[in-house]
């Protein structure tokens, strides 16, 4: 590799924040919407309705100009959408929905990513929010945090949950402890896409969640199938277990704090019982060019989410659960091919048996 070519890349580095802003303001402003319901339509006709000045306007559209989303009339001025126009417009809101993700919880938050890794604590969240803990406790504080937070995760549990409960076998009339299972969405889940093998689940969390889940419980209409236990995964996971699940958790921690949660799992199945886990995964080969997973995760968990954790390879994982006294019994990657456009995460399910 060249030195021009090095700084090449460099500089690739140095305008993303610019051109992320830049494309979402486009679509906050309204320029999109204006621009397909009024193809044609000048600087000044669309400034008029979106509220900017035409030249603001005219320099917010060179960039999806320059990248095809938008085209222009050289002889007119219009402006009319050109790989915008063809998107599938459920895929094109799930991407929005991402973007805004990206820019209250990680444009903001990441700034202090250098100061995050330091001290191991997201440092960003006492800045702008005066918030000592970490993200999942502080979007139950701030309702932007919330609602980017929220209806992402939404979004991506309906996407990946069917595959993992699809993945994985849990033998009729099992005992399922959801571990971390927030206020029940996903024992729901379990028991909904498990229903005919009679199972009970049981979402074990914080004890502040009871309330929450019980309702979500009732109102899903599981409430003789589900239950509720409070507790600290850190310091005891509730036993006689047939099946425990460990779901979007594990990535969240360092080594020594996920050997600790897969020890106490370990200690709550029964003899013979497994564990599923699904977590984010990284390729074997990080050098993939296909991967975007590691462009983004190592910031997103250490400046923006924990101070701590980001997901792992398959193979560690792996080595991970056989340390700790499983024996692993199946593991599966998702496809890139059927992910749905746009969408980079790729998880991985792992299941293991409990052998010592």
Known sequence: MTTDSTFERLR??????????????????GLVDAIRDTPGATAAQLGATVGAAPDAVEQLLLLPIKEGFVSQD?????????????????SLARILTLMHFVKVIVLRQVFHLTDSVRTGKVVALQQLYGHDGNLYSAVAEHKDLREAFS????????????????????????????????TGLGAILAYRSKEALGLHVTNFDLPEKEAATLE??????????????????????????????IKHFLDMFDKDEVFEIL?????????????AVLVPVYPEDVTDPGNVDIDFFPAFFLGCTMGQGGPQKISTYRRWLEECGFE????????????????????GVLCARRIA
């Open 216 to 245: 979500n419980f009732r109102a899903h209409g599981v409430a003789e199938h589900c239950s509720f236990i409070g507790g600290d995964v850190f310091r005891a996971v509730p036993s006689g277990y047939q099946t425990v699940l």
């Open 74 to 90: 050289e002889a007119t001025g219009g402006y009319t959408l050109a790989a915008l126009g063809d998107a599938d417009p459920a």
């Open 328 to 347: 692993v019994t199946m593991t599966r990657t998702q496809d890139r091919t059927s992910m749905p456009p746009g969408t980079f995460v790729v998880h």
């Open 263 to 275: 020890t106490g799992v370990h200690g709550a199945l029964e003899p013979g019982g497994q564990v």
């Open 12 to 29: 690739d580095y140095l305008v993303g924040p610019a051109r992320f802003m830049n494309l979402l303001s486009c679509f906050e402003l």
């Open 151 to 182: 209806t992402l995760m939404d979004n991506v549990t309906a996407h990946i949950d069917p595959w993992f409960f699809d993945s994985i076998d849990i033998p009729a009339g099992s005992r399922v402890l959801d571990l971390a299972g927030n």
